[in-house]
Nanobody, 124 residues
């Protein structure tokens, strides 16, 4: 049974940092692409970052390049999203998702399994 459990959200001041975790079970994060998405109040969900299977290539949305870092620990079967220099615009519910080989990592329909979200709130 494929499951994803996101955690690590919270309230932080602008300029601060948070690290989100996505614990996977029922499959190996080395065999799937893992993406992070976020949804701000009143807005559509958007792709934030992606790490590919095997070689682990990474992609980022323009809005977070240089501030966010995606990584994975295969032994712990967990994918992380390190978020630095946070801005109020980064506020939202962050979710992780898994897909076999997303051709367009930022598209929700490329993913087959989703975890529940974790709230990130950045105060100004």
């Amino acid at each position: 049974d494929v499951q994803l459990q996101a955690s690590g959200g919270g309230l932080v001041q602008a300029g601060g940092s948070l690290r989100l975790s996505c614990q996977a079970s029922g499959f190996s994060v080395n065999d799937y692409g893992l993406g992070w998405f976020r949804q701000a109040p009143g807005k559509e969900r958007e792709g934030v970052s992606f790490i590919g299977s095997s070689a682990g290539w990474t992609y980022y949305a323009e809005a977070v390049k240089g501030r966010f870092t995606i990584s994975r620990d295969i032994a712990k079967n967990t994918v992380y999203l390190q978020m630095d220099s946070l801005k109020p615009d980064d506020t939202g519910v962050y979710s992780c998702a898994a897909g076999h080989a997303p051709l367009s990592w930022y598209r929700e329909d490329e993913y087959t399994n989703w975890g529940q979200g974790t709230q990130v709130t950045v105060s100004s």
